[in-house]
Every structure is written in structure tokens, then in C-alpha cells.
């Protein structure tokens, strides 16, 4: 079993930065690859980025490549998502989730997830 906790969330204007984070419970937590997604109101949960359970994997989504860094400290039981760069669009919910399976950029695809935390960019 994992438990997962978002924070770092808030307001920024556009062109500003923010660093989520994502800390687990459990001991099993570094032999999980975790994944963040993005969910705008009224619309669906779609994915961010994703980390293996080594760290030495990492995957984007197309709309954040460039711009959003993802990382991870097992030693802290810590995964985080530096965000840069931010745009009006980038506003919206933000859940981690974990998984078996690196690099899964859906959903469905992930056991554990986070209660969220909400990404605000004013522009």
C-alpha cells in the first residue's frame, strides 16, 4: 500500500515557476514509478509527467517537454515536478500517482494517487 500527498501548489503569473511534490508512505515507495497528471475543470485527467522507480527514466507530455523537470528522492520518499515557464493553461488540479509499470501515461494505468493540489497561472 502507498500513500501519496501532493503540495506546492498555488498562484503564480504566467512566465513564473513552481515546484510540486509528491511525498509517499511506505517503505516499498522507491520500487514504484510514479506519474504526474493535470486535470482543468471540465475536463479529463490527462498526463504530465512520469518517473521510473530508479529516477533514471523520465517522460513528457509534449505540451510541458522543455519546460516542466521531473525528480525524485527515494531517500526522502519524494517525487517532485518543477514547473517553469508557466502558462494560463497549465492551470488546473495536479495528482501524482504510482505504479509498477514506468513511463505508463495513462490513467487507468496507475494503482495510487494523490488527493491533488491545485495550480493557479494568472496571466
Known amino acids: 500500500q502507498v500513500q501519496l500527498v501532493e503540495s506546492g501548489g498555488g498562484l503564480v503569473q504566467a512566465g513564473g515557476s513552481l515546484r510540486l511534490s509528491c511525498a509517499a508512505s511506505?517503505?516499498?515507495?522507491?520500487?514504484?514509478?510514479v506519474g504526474w497528471f493535470r486535470q482543468a475543470p471540465g475536463k479529463e485527467r490527462v498526463f504530465v509527467a512520469a518517473?521510473?522507480?530508479?529516477?533514471?527514466?523520465?517522460y513528457y507530455s509534449d505540451s510541458v517537454k522543455g519546460r516542466f523537470t521531473i525528480s525524485r528522492d527515494n531517500a526522502k520518499n519524494t517525487v517532485y515536478l518543477q514547473m517553469n515557464s508557466l502558462k494560463p493553461e497549465d492551470t488546473a488540479v495536479y495528482y501524482c500517482?504510482?505504479?509498477?509499470?514506468?513511463?505508463?501515461?495513462?490513467?487507468?494505468?496507475?494503482?495510487?494517487w494523490g488527493q491533488g493540489t491545485q495550480v493557479t497561472v494568472s496571466s
Open positions: 500517482a504510482a505504479n509498477r509499470i514506468s513511463g505508463a501515461r495513462q490513467a487507468r494505468a496507475y494503482d495510487y
Open positions: 511506505g517503505r516499498t515507495f522507491s520500487s514504484y514509478a
Open positions: 518517473i521510473s522507480w530508479s529516477g533514471g527514466l523520465t
